[in-house]
C-alpha cells in the first residue's frame, strides 16, 4: 500500500475562487499594469492566496482556453468594481464570481474536473489511488480520478467529495467533534464505522457503500434522512434516498481489486474504465456475458487479457486509447 502523505492545510473555497478568477484575467491578454500589482499585493496578503496561486500556475491549458471571456465589457467592468472589503481580503473578487463570469471553467462542468483536482486538498489522477491519514486518526482512500476538500474546524470534521470516490476508516477525535462527508446530493455522518462514498462522472447521485457501522445520510435540504446499516448501499439523489443490494465487495479496490461475481461483463468494463485514460468499451453482443473473478487494477492490460483468454471475445484497438471488447471470430 502507498505511503500516508503529510497532512496539509485545506485552501478555502473562497480563496480558491479569487485564484481562478486572477488567473483567468492573467491569461486573458487584457490584464492592466495596475491588475498586476494587485494581483501582486493579493499574493503576498496571505499564505494561503501564494498557495493556492502556485497550484493554478501548474494547471494545464483548461483555464487559458476560457480566459478570453475576461474580455467581454462587462466583465471587465465587474472585476473594476471588485476592491478589497475592511477585514476581509478574500472578497477581493466577489463581484466577478458573483455574476458568474467564470461559468465556463465552473466546478460543475466535466471538463473543470482538472481545474478541481489540481486546486483541492487531495486528489489522484486517473488510474491512481492514495490513502492519507488525517489529522485524528481517521483512515482515507481516494479512488482513481477523485478530489477531496477537508476542512477540521473547532466544531466540525468535514470532508467534501467534489468527485470521485473515497473510502473511510473513523479515527477517533478527542475533541468529540462529528465527523461529515459532504457532496452536491447530501451529507453522510459515520456511527463509528468504515464506509465508501462515490459521485461524479459515471454515477448517478451520489453512492453509499457500508462496510461496517452505520452511516447516517441527509439530503441536501434536509427533505430526506436515512440510515444506512453495515452491509447496505444507497443512491442519493434528488429524488431521494433508495436503499439496494450491496455490491460485491464494493471497497475491494483499497487493497487493489476489482471483484466480480457473475457480474456483466458490460459493468466490469465500465469499472475498469475508470482505471486507464481514452475509451473502453464492450461490444453490445457481448455486453451480457457473465464474469467472475479477482482482477488486479494495477495491471489493466493484464485484466485484458485474462478476459480475451476466458471468455469468446478478442481485443479490439482502434487506438492505445480507444479499445472494444468484441466477440471473437473462430479461425
Keep these: 500500500m502507498p505511503a500516508a502523505t503529510p497532512q496539509v492545510e485545506p485552501i478555502s473555497a473562497a480563496v480558491r475562487q479569487q485564484a481562478i478568477a486572477w488567473f483567468s484575467l492573467t491569461q486573458s491578454g487584457d490584464i492592466t499594469a495596475e491588475e498586476v500589482r494587485e494581483l501582486a499585493r493579493w499574493r503576498q496578503a496571505d499564505s494561503e492566496h501564494e498557495r493556492a496561486w502556485q497550484r493554478m500556475v501548474g494547471l494545464p491549458a483548461l483555464v487559458r ?9 462587462v466583465a471587465r467592468s465587474a472585476l473594476q468594481q471588485a476592491r478589497y472589503v475592511s477585514g476581509d481580503r478574500r472578497q477581493v473578487l466577489k463581484l466577478l464570481l458573483g455574476a458568474s463570469l467564470l461559468g465556463a471553467i465552473g466546478w460543475q462542468a466535466r471538463e473543470s474536473q482538472w481545474l478541481q483536482g489540481g486546486l483541492a486538498d487531495l486528489s489522484t489522477a486517473t488510474g491512481e489511488r492514495r490513502r ?30 467534489r ?8 479515527g477517533h477525535d478527542p475533541l468529540g467533534r462529528p465527523l461529515q462527508v459532504h457532496t452536491h446530493e447530501a ?8 464506509f465508501t462514498v462515490r459521485c461524479g462522472e459515471g454515477c448517478v447521485g451520489t453512492l453509499l457503500s457500508v ?12 427533505h430526506g434522512q436515512q440510515v444506512v446499516e453495515s452491509g447496505q448501499r444507497a443512491r ?4 431521494g434516498i433508495f436503499l439496494m443490494q450491496q455490491a460485491v465487495q464494493d471497497d475491494a479496490w483499497v487493497d487493489g481489486f476489482v471483484i466480480a461475481q457473475a457480474t456483466r461483463l ?23 456475458l457473465r464474469v467472475t473473478g ?16 476466458s471468455l469468446p471475445v478478442s481485443i479490439q484497438r482502434r487506438t492505445r486509447y480507444w479499445v472494444t471488447l468484441v466477440p471473437k471470430v473462430e479461425a
Design 236 to 239: 442519493l439523489d434528488d429524488s
Design 294 to 309: 479477482s482482477y488486479p487494477l494495477d495491471d489493466n492490460e493484464r485484466i485484458l487479457a485474462l478476459l480475451a483468454s
Design 187 to 194: 451529507l453522510m455522518q459515520p456511527l463509528g464505522t468504515r
Design 132 to 161: 492519507q491519514v488525517l489529522a485524528d486518526g481517521t483512515e482515507l482512500w481516494l479512488n482513481t480520478a477523485t478530489a477531496v476538500d477537508i476542512d477540521f474546524n473547532a466544531s466540525t470534521r468535514r470532508i467534501l467529495l
Design 211 to 222: 462496510s461496517s457501522g452505520r452511516v447516517a445520510a441527509t439530503l441536501r435540504g434536509g
Design 65 to 73: 482556453n476560457n480566459a478570453g471571456m475576461l474580455r467581454d465589457p
Design 266 to 288: 458490460e459493468e466490469l468494463v465500465g469499472q475498469l474504465g475508470r482505471y486507464r485514460p481514452g475509451i473502453l468499451r464492450c461490444d453490445p453482443r457481448v455486453a451480457g
Design 163 to 170: 468527485y470521485g470516490e473515497i473510502n473511510l476508516r473513523t
